[in-house]
């Protein structure tokens, strides 16, 4: 089973992510290599939606060479890829479709930024999925749409989990514009959705770190701050996937190709928007997660301030008390070795009320003390 | 009673507005879900008033079918709807005025960035609304305006503060050119309600800081910098909101549609004028919470420091003595068990004036120490 | 007598100069209300200069009324208000010169941003003054300009200080090139002189915090650090009125109107080099705050560091002395309480060289000690 | 051998880089002198290859004087410059080539900025290209292109790791379409090999930041904080690098000469990209470290913050019970000099069960304590 | 002797620079006032160079007036002026070669902002030269340029430095194209020597910077912070040099009046990448300066943590052996004074081995210690 890569959650790091797949240095460009999982080279999983307002069919592909002949043009061709082990394949797609190497080769490296390149048969959209898996781990995942006429190509990693099923079974009950919609629309669709699965994850950050505030206050420990860390890592990653993709949106509104409808641009200006309120969303919480790191320092520092207040308070009273006591514990003898006298010798020691004067003056000594260290406010 | 959003004060914090309601991930656009109040769904309360120049009149309709025929082109129609919880009232009105179903998903899915959007039979503005209630919580509540060539309709959230009152006042009186003026004047004074109303919340927070700004310096608390960062967390919600306030204002400055008439953008220009003043607001307060915050690190530096200087200095006077008077409590015998005498255990205890001179060498190396901490301005 | 908004000093803080005056929310625009001063509402002096190269003719006019028909085309007419407690003296003085509500409210509101506003008849042109009072106070207040064909309104707050007076003086001796000059001339020779008030301002604030830097690293303080917030707080004040006092500028600079001479506009060029300065200045000196902010922090560190460090060696070296003298201060007993002897119990007490061995042996621990701390730096 | 600048490892650190050469101030412009390696001048070792689609041949040229004649037209001639120590034969080369003297001395002048510069007869390219060593320190040196017609000159610094060599490999070889292509593929083809040799050694400074992590928080050192430094140096050297390479490549994509082909471009988008990805990851890491640096601050405090806990605890307890056994180790005696009795002189002593209700009430006061402390949390 | 303003080494601080002579506030512009040094005016020292491809001619002038009927067409005459102390020359030379009064005030009012001003008959650029004088303190001064069609007068303070003095060997000498070029080239060859003279004293400024690197980690000072700070201010200063002098440049490049031949432009395109590499290199420095700021506190902090630790490790250990100890320091009495004997009190001290066991207790309870703070990491 593949294990994508984690933002959250330790092994493979959020900046790894960019730059997880790329060949060796000063190598030809555009040359393909298979994606491994556990180190084999798996088949990918083809499906192939065709519809218009009035009909749907639907069918698994073993062989992409199968599809030649297939494609209808008064219907919409939806050909959804999961899995990028078989580079034989998506350079098959590659010369039925006109696709450009280097496209093939974005697909193939994941971790790109997400994109969009305009060519003269298709819009090639690099998008980047964002999702929690079971174990409450949050995900990502490149999608690469090729968007043609009549026709999109959708190109996930291999993931146990699919975004798409929601779009799918839309589409299989032809609610809504979709069904009489073209391309174009899916694309938008299945971009929306991708968009949708932000908020989810964002949310669960939220949680999160709001939980944190409350505990932060109150005991800061070490793990506190680990996991305030992580998220903050996480936010910069999810950051990093969400501006180009407000970019991407943006540059779909303004495309020049004429491949997107003036009435999908309606429903892609309202993506927008959600794209640039997931901004804020992520800034909002960027901000919180550095609100929280300072209130962490500001707590931890009066709280270090506190316990040394404690400490001197308690040592400046006792530390001169037992120097007193210490002074009368000392063995300065009455008499020298001889008997003869030292009246000087401690004198005290042999006073009636030496005892009961000596613990008054230590008791005001610290009485003192106390009511100054009460003035000075550190009590 | 409906609990809007509170900014300060606990539990639905900022970044959450933003979030309150978006679909499940890959659900058909514009659909629409009402809002719910303690788990009911609320009829709104639709107000009507229609006037012009001469006459004015003020109605309460129960049902937005009633309304359909009621439209007079020489009058400006104004149709205020409180609370969210009807979406088949929405739908209906959506549908006899024409207006997009992203558009009525965006009134239903409060906490969008404000925002201007154009559309052929009206401009859609979105704008979020800051006011205290009662318990001086500062609460936000989104406000959407379609504003047409003779009306205008605002969709409030149901909430026990009614910030259109005021104006409402002003069209009865019929004082100024309110009444004169077309729908366009309405919705700018409308606008520039909202926006008046970020003032005294500004008010509020800038009094509480500067309360602070004194204490903080004197006796700095966990309490403060609990309340600094929940006021900064307001004002970066706030400034979340006016930013993109100021944008509205000037895209409505500059509509291209003809239905701000050149004398309303007058008014505009100065409504312009306040939102880059809150803005300047603003940013002063956040600047300001920066700069307490770091007073308070550099204040409760300074103390720990200060306590530190107490305590090495009392530390570094009392232990050495301390050691000495223990030496002297030795109880090296001046025999052996057998009786023999043993001259070099500490003779000095049988000196005449041993007890004497150790005092005063012990007052010297305490007033020497005291004269070095001076010097070493420690003290 | 009036006392304007002071930046340092505690009281009317800097944000507040923004908010100082704005109506009730939801209030007609418009709305003009006088200010009053320690509650009463005063008469504001009003000053009429009317000059050309040959002559010149100053009065004193207690009612607008009078200047009505005392408009001669071919001198400049400077009107001077000194004050803004009367609003009907504003309203009528706006019926004159055709000035728009709007602009009148925000002569009145004062704690506007620096702004031009260009109308048929005149540019409104709103900046703010800064000046010390006697007791070295930093004072701001706004002076409006309406600048017509061959007049020039400017109304100040009624303050104790007159930034003007520099200008009265050359227009009366008819020095240089004012007098042959148009009404813009004025309104640059005044704006000039606004702008070259905030030099001393800036100067007095920079040699206060030179002296600060000297004194921060020697003996950091709380008030220091007080004083360093206050006058950066200032500093933000300056910097939030310089900036759009440079727009102010340049958009004089580019004033389509044409009632601004191509001749006066090389004195403005000028003009606005010196707000870049002045903008250069402040940038400086913010910088150099946060400078000392991080020179304060380094210093307290290091110097708790250094308390520390003689802490711990003080107590490392005396600590462990303490507890062997302690040992030797035990009292158990060279016999059993039947009187037979425990040679086991401290036999080191009866050792004819005990006490001295002891001694070397607690001075050599010591002196390893001294060395080792010594090794590590920490002396 | 030479020793290139090195990012870290000490000596020649990374601003160093940047002004490595310069002549003396004043000097005239375009004067050029050698690089000096161990003090002595080198000579370059000249490559020269030149290939078609069917044909190519390679050899070694000593002299610069015997590459005149030699420049064929229909093939693309390939000049490589290993080492800048000869600066006749540059100067040579300049006349052959028409290349302008200024551009002759940024070649020499090593540690210039990536840009692009536009002349007549070619297009002059500077990048800076960023390696590891043997000894696993990151190199920098500049590699200096001249994209003529049919030729491309690039000039290295005199370094033991040619980047160069999988591209000649590749023109060997003659796959792909390197031997089909003009001289700007080569061109592209050498830049996009200099861009890709940042992402091992990006790759590689991950690793050690990432590394970093798991320790900062378990035991942080000074090593660690030093290792954090001086990567957070590199990665500023390398951003230094990136940004304006991604200039350069931006501006080639634009190049208004006619000598990259439109087919090139493509490549170039896509090494665009790449240097877009480039910026995106040095960013990150950057956050990072920064982030790492705050972890450190937090995990340094926390522990400090303990370390206090457990000394006041610790002391508060037994400093106490320290003084009050001193005080029953006081010697006042039971009787003065004479022998009288003095039966308030520590009249405890001589209970019979003082001692153990003394160490009773010790042992209870040390547990009232750890009960305080428990609920304070210092626990 | 003049003492030009000092950016390191204490009196006249970086701002000040900007500040340094402003008029009264209202004063009439353009009003002109000597240089004064140590309080006297003092002639400056004129000096012509009339040259052109074959001859050459040098004079120093004492009068202004002299100049008059020397300017030759066919030659570019240089005039020299340094010193700032003769105004009315000035004011004749500003007449002779038509120079408006605002731009002479310039050039009295040193701490000006470098800056580009075209005029009819001239360009006038304002620049900030930066050297190390004889003391190795940094030092600035202001130089103005009036480039005319066949002239360039310079004017500098009047330094003991001549940054000027290699261009005019270059003059002599006839050697590059200065000779045959006009007064443009000779404006490009004194800027580039001015933009060179930044080189070394960066390099000053980086070498001081790099030293204290190794000191920092190893035994951060007061001392270092503040040589830290200091530079740190320096670079401030030389930033807000550099960055309009890049702008300054670049007007030259992009300069409308064709007073600067195209050739001209080429060189001043190598003088501009001198600026950004400038830029690039202060940054850098000022980033490195932050990076420092951060270590040190990273090194402070952890330094006060291991003092920490070790006073907390030897407290821990010895307090409570200290405790144990003056338990049998105590002196209840085996009997009480009557003689009766009281058994429970301190039978400890009266058994055989008890010394020795309390010896072992002791040395037992400090190894566990020993163990737990090696456990914790503490030592």
């Given amino acids: 089973m593949k294990q994508p890569a984690c933002l959250i959650g330790g092994f493979p790091y959020n900046a790894a992510m960019f730059m997880k797949r790329h060949g060796p240095p000063g190598a030809s460009p555009a040359t393909l290599s298979p994606h491994l ?59 039925k479709f006109n696709i450009h190497p280097l496209a093939l080769e974005d697909v193939l490296n994941t971790g790109q930024r997400p994109k969009v390149e305009n060519s003269a048969d298709y819009v090639f959209i690099v998008a980047q999925m964002v999702y929690q898996d079971k174990r409450r781990t949050i995900c990502g995942e490149q999608v690469s749409f090729f968007l043609g006429k009549n026709f999109l190509i959708t190109v996930q990693e291999e993931g146990d989990y699919d975004v798409f099923e929601p779009v799918r079974e839309r589409v299989r009950a032809g609610r809504g514009t979709i069904r009489k919609a073209k391309a174009d629309y899916l694309a938008y669709a299945l971009l929306d959705s991708i968009i949708d699965h932000y908020y989810p994850v964002l949310e669960a950050i939220g949680n999160v770190i709001e939980d944190l505030e409350d505990d932060l206050l109150d005991k800061p420990s070490r793990e506190m701050i680990h996991t305030l860390h992580e998220h903050k890592r996480s936010l910069s990653q999810i950051r990093r996937f969400v501006w180009p993709l407000r970019d991407v949106v943006n540059a779909l509104l303004h495309d020049p190709s004429g491949l997107i409808a003036s009435n999908t641009k309606i429903y892609l200006r309202d993506c927008y928007d959600h794209t640039v309120q997931l901004m804020d969303l992520v800034e909002s919480y960027r901000e919180l997660t550095s609100g929280l790191m300072e209130l962490y320092h500001s707590s931890v520092g009066l709280r270090t301030n506190e316990v040394m207040r404690v400490l001197t308070v308690i040592t400046s009273i006792f530390i001169p008390l037992t120097f007193i006591v210490g002074v009368y514990g000392m063995n300065f003898a009455p008499a020298d070795t001889s008997g003869r006298a030292l009246p000087l010798n401690m004198p005290e020691l042999y006073q009636p009320h030496g005892y009961i004067w000596l613990m008054a003056f230590m008791a005001a000594t610290a009485i003192v003390q106390l009511i100054i260290f009460k003035k000075m406010k550190w009590l």
């Fill in 37 to 95: 999982v556990d180190g084999k080279i798996r088949k990918p999983a083809i499906q192939v939606i065709e519809y218009d307002k009035d009909s749907i069919e639907e069918r698994d592909v073993t062989d992409i060479a199968e599809l030649a002949g297939h494609l209808d043009n008064r219907k919409v061709t939806w050909i959804n890829i999961d899995g990028l082990g078989d580079v034989e394949a998506l350079t098959l797609l590659g010369e």
